[in-house]
């Protein structure tokens, strides 16, 4: 029987990067569910702290920044595993957010039975989470809600007054 450390350090060995950075990220976000976002530093330091690879392995970055942002021209994978909110900012990709067309199809989380045991319990967690903030995203936009609210200004009146006030004045 193998103990729990063996198996992890087993699960480890062949966790991909970009699972690794849809770890700590979600981890991330279920210890910080106040946050929208995340700096890409923040994912970086939450990364060395988890410590499932030491050192923390180079490719780690280069996924945080482009390899597993969805919507940003892939260049070597097809992750839509991040999202990227405002430059330097990312956050968990989920259903409804857009994305660069190339990536379409492209690993959202990672499969079950690629991760190790002890953070198994994440891809119930991200489930729940993607689906109330995908609820809380539909709620009535702010700037949509203004659609139509100055139409009155474009009425024949309106029209003729303002065409009338720039033509005061004329010869």
């Given at each position: 029987m193998q103990t729990t450390e063996t198996q992890i350090s087993q699960g480890k060995a062949h966790l991909k990067v970009a699972d690794e950075v849809w770890i700590v990220t979600a981890l991330l976000h279920r210890e910080h569910p106040e946050h929208p976002d995340f700096a890409i530093q923040e994912i970086?330091?939450?990364?060395?702290?988890?410590?499932?690879?030491?050192?923390?392995?180079?490719?780690?970055?280069?996924?945080?920044?482009?390899?597993?942002?969805?919507?940003?021209?892939?260049?070597?994978?097809?992750?839509?595993?991040?999202?990227?909110?405002?430059?330097?900012?990312?956050?968990?990709?989920?259903?409804?957010?857009?994305?660069?067309?190339?990536?379409?199809?492209?690993?959202?989380?990672?499969?079950?039975?690629?991760?190790?045991?002890?953070?198994?319990?994440?891809?119930?967690?991200?489930r729940d989470w993607s689906v109330s903030e995908t609820r809380d995203s539909k709620q009535e936009d702010p700037l949509l809600s203004l659609r139509g609210s100055g139409k009155h200004l474009w009425s024949k009146e309106h029209a003729d007054e303002y065409v009338r006030r720039l033509r005061e004045g004329w010869e």
């Open positions: 970086m330091e939450r990364a060395h702290r988890e410590g499932l690879f030491q050192p923390l392995r180079p490719g780690i970055y280069v996924h945080v920044v482009q390899h597993c942002v969805a919507n940003r021209p892939p260049n070597s994978g097809l992750y839509r595993i991040l999202f990227e909110t405002q430059d330097g900012r990312r956050r968990l990709f989920r259903e409804g957010d857009t994305y660069d067309p190339k990536r379409e199809g492209g690993k959202i989380t990672p499969n079950p039975q690629a991760l190790p045991p002890a953070y198994a319990d994440l891809l119930d967690w991200y």
